[in-house]
């Protein structure tokens, strides 16, 4: 079976590229494009992806507070989480946004093929 | 002789400089300044010469005036040593202290003279009042008199000329009006003395020195004190207050009364100005406090204009690289050779772009003293593993060996900042790969005393004593003009910039040694024990960091 993926971000250039190269890998994917569109996703379509790519600026509800939804939730408090963002902040703050997340990674940081792995990697391990 | 309106004028004179004198003389006491001490000696011998003038003026026998103005002599023979000695004191002129000694030997058997005939004698008694007789030693005396009291107003002269500090030329301005008014002004009081008679208007003097004094002392903080002039004015109301209880004359009453709405005007005038001065000071403190938030804002500002900047280019950036590498070295679009070939340098160009915009956040926060790390505990060696191990491949397409050699079996654990440390490591390899071709790049690393050294050789280019130099500088580019550098392997000039301010952040050093034609090794250094750097000084925000989301 195929491995599932939410990309949350409301930047169609990146989700976009992101949605293209996961699938190119059989992952199947689903884009929210916001926080309220990815809970919609849970609660109405009971979709529980294995992974969620988080974006941090969303445009209501933001990244870090949808965070910490999921990770109350009981079903869906054991996704891994890759905040992947284009906000470049100072390490300290970074660690306070993203204490929640299985990975923080910077978007110009990463090629999409290496993203791939990094995903994968992290649900096989949470899978053990 | 009867008391007349002329002869309370020295009096007054009089009142109003021992009001200084013990003012100052109260003032040395406390500050045990030089200067306070010797402006209130002079004010001594000018009290003495101003009160024994009055004493003479309303002596009823010849015995009694001469006896006066003796004691009128006994202050006056000090009052141009102790003028020289101010002017010493005041301009801070250390060659011309060891005359003072001289100048008050002098003064004392000047002293000594004045109670004999051979400095005056009989009595000259003219309409405004009567004077002593001048004899040899007088005229001696006069000579030296205007001597010293030149060398003081050209001592101060040349110190007000020479001088660059506002607040002391002002100070000089003052005392030199003050005492010039009061030697030009008072001098003519010798005249009876030649049997010249003159009005007493010379004792007025004493009044308008006092009054140009004070305020020098209020205004240019001649005497280093705020409320000096209030104080001094209160006490000298106070001491023609109490005159006035014990005077019956009408005459005293009146010029009491007028003395004191003069001084009784400046009093006020003075409490005015510090309460206006109380006033501007707290306007300006509420001022200097609006304008620092202010600019703890605008300081907050940059940062999050630049963090959202940076955001908004490197949204895109993402997108076209992505694509682009997906494209070009995934060949996901099934690219021919030509066009391959065609699309390379684009995603090279876009990949420089990528960390440009991000060392260019880093810079902004270094220079201002944003930048944090995040320090956790860390196994260095498997960190240094795991880049060598992801870098090999591209170490590989330039013919170059990359190789971990470890000094010692196990390191200690280090708190670092693992991304960014890693970072530095990373760049480090990448410059070493940069200007290397078919060679070796080795990463070493080894404890030393309380540090780990880790370094990065190769057998590349290396660079000359120049480059060295400003290596570490913000967008330095080692030879950058040279012709056998193509532009495609060049940075910006921000990598070991950005590196050098992580590892000082983590309290190492970052150094290096290269020889040109051999070869380059960065070094770096980890203290075993992290303790957190405070950063140098910066607009101190309200120590939260903001999160811009």
């Known amino acids: 079976m195929s491995k599932k993926l939410l990309i949350v971000d409301d930047n169609k250039g990146n989700s976009d590229l992101y949605k293209m190269r996961f699938e190119y890998d059989k992952w199947e994917v689903k884009v929210a494009y916001s926080a309220e569109q990815a809970i919609e996703i849970f609660e109405d379509h009971n979709y529980l992806p294995d992974a969620i790519l988080l974006d941090l600026m969303l445009p209501k509800m933001q990244g870090d507070e949808l965070l910490k939804i999921i990770r109350k939730d009981q079903r869906t408090k054991d996704i891994v989480v890759v905040v992947l963002t284009a906000l470049q902040l100072n390490p300290a703050d970074e660690e306070k946004i993203s204490g929640d997340a299985d990975d923080y990674i910077l978007k110009i940081d990463i090629l999409p093929e290496q993203l791939v792995n990094r995903v994968d990697e992290l649900v096989e391990k949470k899978a053990e | ?549």
């Open chain 2, 1 to 549: 002789m009867h008391i007349t309106l002329s002869s309370y004028i020295p009096l007054f004179s009089a009142a109003f400089v021992l009001s200084l004198g013990i003012f100052t003389f109260s003032r040395y006491l406390r500050t045990k300044r030089e200067l306070e001490l010797v402006l209130s000696l002079f004010c001594g011998s000018v009290t003495v010469w101003l009160f024994g003038t009055f004493m003479m003026f309303i002596s009823t026998t010849d015995a009694q005036a001469i006896f006066w103005d003796r004691f009128v002599y006994s202050g006056v023979v000090f009052v141009p040593t102790l003028m020289h000695h101010f002017s010493v004191v005041f301009a801070d002129l250390k060659g011309q202290r060891k005359y003072l000694k001289i100048g008050y030997a002098l003064s004392l058997i000047f002293l000594i003279l004045s109670w004999t005939n051979l400095f005056v004698s009989d009595l000259y008694r003219y309409e405004w009042g009567n004077h002593t007789k001048a004899q040899l030693f007088h005229h001696i005396f006069i000579v030296l008199f205007f001597a010293y009291t030149s060398v003081f107003f050209v001592n101060i002269w040349k110190f007000y000329k020479s001088g660059i500090d506002e607040k002391l030329k002002n100070q000089a301005r003052y005392v030199f009006a003050a005492f010039f008014t009061l030697i030009v002004l008072g001098a003519p009081a010798y005249l009876p003395a030649y049997g010249i008679s003159v009005p007493p208007f010379p004792f007025i003097s004493g009044l308008l020195f006092i009054v140009i004094l004070s305020y020098a002392i209020l205004r240019h903080k001649l005497l280093d004190v705020k409320a000096a002039g209030a104080i001094f004015l209160t006490f000298i109301l106070i001491i023609i207050l109490v005159a006035n209880l014990f005077s019956s004359s009408l005459l005293f009453k009146i010029l009491a009364l007028a003395i004191m709405l003069i001084v009784g005007y400046f009093l006020l005038n003075t409490i005015q100005k510090e309460a206006e001065h109380a006033e501007r000071n707290e306007k300006l403190a509420d001022k200097l406090e609006k304008d620092k938030k202010e600019l703890v804002e605008l300081d907050r500002m940059k940062d999050e204009f630049l963090q959202m900047a940076t955001h908004e280019l490197n949204t895109p950036i993402t997108a076209i690289q992505g694509r682009l590498d997906m494209a070009v070295r995934e060949n996901m679009c099934k690219l021919n050779d030509e066009q391959k070939a065609y699309f390379q340098p684009i995603l090279n160009e876009v990949m420089r772009l990528a960390h440009l915009s991000k060392d260019v956040l880093n810079v902004a926060r270094i220079d201002q003293h944003r930048l944090t790390i995040n320090p956790t505990e860390t196994d260095i060696d498997a960190l240094i593993s795991q880049i060598v191990t992801s870098l090999d491949i591209k170490a590989k397409e330039r013919g170059n060996s990359l190789a971990y050699i470890k000094m010692n079996k196990m390191l200690p654990k280090l708190t670092l900042d693992q991304s960014k440390i890693g970072e530095v490591i990373t760049n480090l390899i990448n410059n070493a790969n940069k200007f290397t071709e078919n060679g070796k790049i080795a990463v070493t690393s080894k404890l030393k005393d309380d540090v780990v050294v880790i370094s990065v050789a190769d057998t590349g280019i290396g660079m000359d004593k120049e480059d060295q130099k400003h290596l570490f500088e913000k967008f330095y580019q080692a030879g950058r003009f040279d012709s056998n550098n193509p532009q495609e392997q060049q940075g910006s000039g921000l990598g070991l910039y950005i590196s050098q301010n992580i590892i000082k952040l983590h309290g190492g050093e970052m150094w290096l040694a290269s020889e040109k034609g051999k070869g380059s090794t960065f070094y770096f250094s980890l203290p075993q024990e992290y303790k957190e750097i405070k950063q140098s000084t910066r607009i101190h925000s309200d120590g939260t960091n903001l999160r811009v989301l």
